[in-house]
C-alpha cells in the first residue's frame, strides 16, 4: 500500500464526452504527477502538479487538464474523449526537497478507462 | 530527443540471478529509477541511481554509468513472484525550476520459470 489511492476504478465513455479522475495523494507530499499508461507500454508522463500549480507537462495536448488542491488531492480532467484515449490513468505523489529518497514516486492503483 | 531502450521480455529460471539492462539518452540527466509493476497493479519504486557504481537492496541490486549512459536491475534468488514488469526511467531536468520529468522505458517482461 502506497497511501495514494484513485477513483474510479473503472470507467466507461464514449467519444467525445469529458472525464474527470481523482487522486488523493500521501498526506505531506508536495508533488503529484499523473501518467497515461496504454496496455503493454510504459507509463507516459502527462503533467506534474507542485503546491497546486502546473510546473511540467508531456506531450498531451490541452484538452488534458488539472487542478491540484491544498488538502493533497488532484484531478485529472479530459475534454473531447477520443478512441486513443482508453488506457490506464495513474496518479504518483512525491515530496520534492526530500533528501534521501528524492525521487520515488509512489503510485496509485490506476483508473482504467474505455473509451468507446 | 531521449529516449530509453530495454529488453522486452526476459525469462529466467526460480533461484537464477537475472540482469535486465536499459540504455539511455537524454539532457539535463539526473538519474535512473527501476519500478516493477504486476499485471494488473501499480508500479513499485525498486531503486534510484544518481550516481555510478551499484545501489544493493536485499535481492535487488541496480548499477549506473552515467559515462555510458547504462544501467542495469539485478535480481538474485529469483522467486516465482519477481514475474513481472521492470521499467527503467530516467529523471531529468524539466523546463521550469523544481521540475523533474520522468520519463518511463516501454518495460521488460520477467517471466520466472519453476
Known amino acids: 500500500e502506497t497511501g495514494v489511492t484513485q477513483s474510479p476504478t473503472h470507467l466507461i465513455k464514449t467519444r467525445g464526452q469529458q472525464v474527470t479522475l481523482r487522486c488523493s495523494s500521501q498526506?505531506?507530499?508536495?508533488?503529484v504527477s499523473w501518467y497515461q499508461q496504454a496496455l503493454g507500454q510504459g507509463p507516459q508522463f502527462i503533467f506534474q502538479?507542485?503546491?497546486?500549480?502546473?510546473?511540467g507537462r508531456g506531450n498531451f495536448p490541452p484538452r488534458f487538464s488539472g487542478l491540484q488542491f491544498p488538502n493533497y488531492s488532484s484531478e485529472l480532467n479530459v475534454n473531447a474523449l477520443e478512441l486513443d484515449d482508453s488506457a490506464l490513468y495513474l496518479c504518483?505523489?512525491?515530496?520534492?526537497?526530500?533528501?534521501?529518497?528524492?525521487?520515488?514516486?509512489?503510485f496509485g492503483p490506476g483508473t482504467r478507462l474505455t473509451v468507446l | 530527443g531521449q529516449s530509453l531502450e530495454q529488453p522486452s521480455e526476459v525469462t529466467a529460471v526460480e533461484g537464477a540471478i537475472v540482469q535486465i539492462n536499459c540504455t539511455y539518452q537524454?539532457?539535463?540527466?539526473?538519474?535512473l529509477s527501476w519500478y516493477q509493476q504486476h499485471d494488473g497493479g501499480a508500479p513499485t519504486f525498486l531503486s534510484y541511481n544518481a550516481l555510478d557504481g551499484l545501489e544493493e537492496t536485499g535481492r535487488f541490486s541496480s548499477f549506473l554509468s552515467r559515462s555510458d549512459s547504462y544501467g542495469y536491475l539485478l535480481l538474485q534468488e529469483l522467486q516465482m513472484k519477481d514475474s513481472a514488469s521492470y521499467f527503467c526511467a530516467v529523471t531529468r531536468r524539466g523546463n521550469s525550476g523544481g521540475y523533474q520529468k520522468v520519463t518511463f522505458g516501454t518495460g521488460t517482461k520477467l517471466q520466472v520459470i519453476p
Open positions: 537524454t539532457s539535463g540527466f539526473y538519474g
Open positions: 502538479y507542485y503546491r497546486e500549480e502546473e510546473n
Open positions: 498526506s505531506g507530499h508536495n508533488t
Open positions: 504518483a505523489s512525491t515530496s520534492l526537497g526530500t533528501s534521501r529518497k528524492r525521487n520515488e514516486q509512489f
